[in-house]
Nanobody, 125 residues
Framework: VQLQASGGGLAQPGGSLRLSCVAS????????MGWYRQAPGHQRELVAS???????TYSDSVKDRFTISRDNAKNTVQLQMNSLKPEDTAVYYC????????????????????WGQGTLVTVSS
């Protein structure tokens, strides 16, 4: 079972990037999804999260600059990052707080706290 994140890269201050995260096709139910980030020498922190009903939460540092969205039919979550700042530089991880998936033998598994592999965002001129 995997969460696959993509979309990181290099952006200039004031620029934009869009991160995407897709859950593996074996997942048929998924809870709240979110994006966390970890800068060198810092702890991982929540950037934004969104419930299956669409309720969103943002950290104060990204509010009004970042927008999280999800497609429940495709089990994807996106993070649109605008007005990027150098302090946004970090490895960004997508997360699902719980998910149910089906194994090849049709066994259903329930899991908590799923993480993607991380994608590096660098904001620099």
């Amino acid at each position: 079972v995997q969460l696959q994140a993509s979309g990181g890269g290099l952006a200039q201050p004031g620029g934009s990037l869009r991160l995407s995260c897709v859950a593996s096709r074996s997942i048929f139910m998924i809870g709240a999804m979110g994006w966390y980030r970890q800068a060198p020498g810092h702890q991982r922190e929540l950037v934004a999260s969104i419930t299956s009903a669409g309720s969103t939460t943002y950290s104060d540092s990204v509010k009004d600059r970042f927008t999280i969205s999800r497609d429940n039919a495709k089990n994807t979550v996106q993070l649109q990052m605008n007005s990027l700042k150098p302090e946004d530089t970090a490895v960004y991880y997508c997360n699902a707080d719980w998910a149910n998936w089906r194994l090849p033998d049709s066994t259903i598994v329930a899991g908590k706290d799923l993480w993607g592999q991380g994608t590096l965002v660098t904001v620099s001129s």
